[in-house]
Nanobody, 123 residues
Framework: QVQLQESGPGLVKPSQTLSLTCTVS??????????WNWIRQPPGKGMEWMGA???????YYNPSLKSRTFISRDTSKNQVTLQLRSVTPEDTGVYYC???????????????WGQGTQVTVSS
């Protein structure tokens, strides 16, 4: 059974770059038919899909975040990484890594989720 574990700094200062890592066990990030999504939930708000990467390394981004978001992978470590540049307090929330059959929030609803990691943007 695949397991996903997010990790990264819990506190980031405004204007800095947030970097989070999703470490996958129980399955390869290059396996067929799966996308590796990043989703976040700000406090008191709904889930927001940020972007995804597929088995070939192709990336897909939420247009509203595309200019600040970069998703990559390290197949040797079986990890997927999210970078979010120029963060503000509005980027505070819980960040999730999700394996799904497609990219986007709808597909993620039926996917396998990590437990999430809290990120706070504050000076």
């Amino acid at each position: 059974q695949v397991q996903l574990q997010e990790s990264g700094p819990g506190l980031v200062k405004p204007s800095q770059t947030l970097s989070l890592t999703c470490t996958v066990s129980g399955g390869s990030i290059t396996m067929l038919y799966y996308y590796w999504n990043w989703i976040r939930q700000p406090p008191g708000k709904g889930m927001e899909w940020m972007g995804a990467i597929d088995r070939s390394g192709n990336t897909y981004y939420n247009p509203s975040l595309k200019s600040r978001t970069f998703i990559s992978r390290d197949t040797s470590k079986n990890q997927v990484t999210l970078q979010l540049r120029s963060v503000t307090p509005e980027d505070t929330g819980v960040y999730y890594c999700v394996r799904a059959r497609d990219y986007g929030l709808g597909a993620a609803d039926r996917g396998s989720w990590g437990q999430g990691t809290q990120v706070t943007v504050s000076s």
